[in-house]
């Protein structure tokens, strides 16, 4: 990998802390349109943390970790990290917090067109925050650290395994050393082996780095062991009025003993009412006694006067 860059400021390593909060979430709502989907979210996430977010699809787990991570702004409410209102911070305040920042994204998000070396060197390069040999060393040592080996530098994202490509991600996430790191499905797409070194690789980060962590997962097994907190998300559009969207909130162990029934299917992996409730709404759409999108007068005589045409009747 080409060195080309030069005087370039050093990059700030301090993660010192207060025993605040590091992530605050208070009464978060995001909505597009008239469609609800996260509502009133208050989290709060202590410094050190292990935090799994699961859910089934849906249900805005992914959306709400673009918003701690401040690609998506909520509709209402506020985000905090480390006391200050990420809402509030100009574009460039954000570009700059955002070195604070790991974000390892589904299937790895790496750059096709460049190597793995320059892949990993991405964020050092793109807030210059090395010299050219630093970067190079900084490589080595963050592919080392997941386990990959000096060879695959040269390569690119398309001649590495899944489970390689996972790693590299996880290794241009580390590089900058963030207090924070954000993972959406890491493990989506693995085999259970190479699933559970991505697991150990979390776990390492957290407790040796100090690292908080945000997992977004559909692995129960994954999010039971890394997790040292699970919260479980419910699709708001499926609510009663006035019902909470987080339907968990606990440990692990506390996981396996919740009544909730649709916490206890999620967990298990069970169909049941949820199959036949996806069927009710299946019939009653066909039946015309549900529309999400009801056609408005002008569209229905429209269609209808097509269709005479087409049978031959005449329009009305």
Do not use: W
């Amino acid at each position: 990998m080409s060195n080309v860059l030069t005087n370039l400021k050093p990059r700030n390593t301090n993660q010192g802390g207060d025993g605040r909060a590091l992530v605050e979430l208070r009464n978060m709502t995001l909505r597009f349109a008239k469609q609800t989907v996260l509502n009133e979210i208050s989290l709060s996430i202590p410094r050190g943390q292990s935090l799994a977010i699961i859910g089934e699809s849906g249900c805005g787990k992914t959306m709400l970790l673009k918003i701690v991570a401040g690609l998506i702004r909520p509709t209402t409410g506020q985000i905090c990290f480390d006391g200050t209102d990420i809402n509030a911070l100009s574009d460039v305040e954000m570009t700059k917090l955002r070195r604070k920042f790991g974000f390892v994204f589904q299937n790895a998000a790496l750059f096709d067109s460049m190597t793995i070396g320059q892949n990993v060197a991405f964020p050092l390069v793109q807030h210059s925050l090395a010299s050219g040999r630093e970067i190079d060393q900084m490589v080595f040592d963050g592919l080392a650290e997941v386990g990959l080996p000096e060879t695959v530098i040269p390569k690119r994202p398309s001649q590495l395994s899944g489970g390689m490509r996972k790693r590299v991600g996880i290794a241009r996430a580390l590089v900058l050393h963030p207090e924070l790191m954000l993972y959406d499905e890491p493990t989506t797409g693995l085999d259970p082996i190479m699933s559970d070194v991505i697991n150990e690789l979390m776990i390492s980060t957290g407790k040796n780095k100090g690292v908080t962590s945000i997992i977004v997962t559909h692995d129960m097994k994954s999010a039971k062991k890394i997790a040292d907190r699970i919260v479980m998300l419910y699709p708001y559009s499926r609510l009663k009025p006035g019902e909470s969207q987080v339907l968990f909130d606990g440990t692990p162990d506390e996981l396996d003993a919740v009544k909730d029934k649709r916490v206890h299917q999620f967990v298990e992996g069970e169909a049941g009412e949820r199959l036949m409730e996806m069927r009710r709404e299946s019939a009653e759409g066909m039946d015309g006694g549900f529309s999400e999108t009801p056609m408005h007068a002008d569209t229905v005589a429209a269609k209808d006067h097509e269709k005479r045409k087409r049978t031959g009747q005449r329009p009305e």
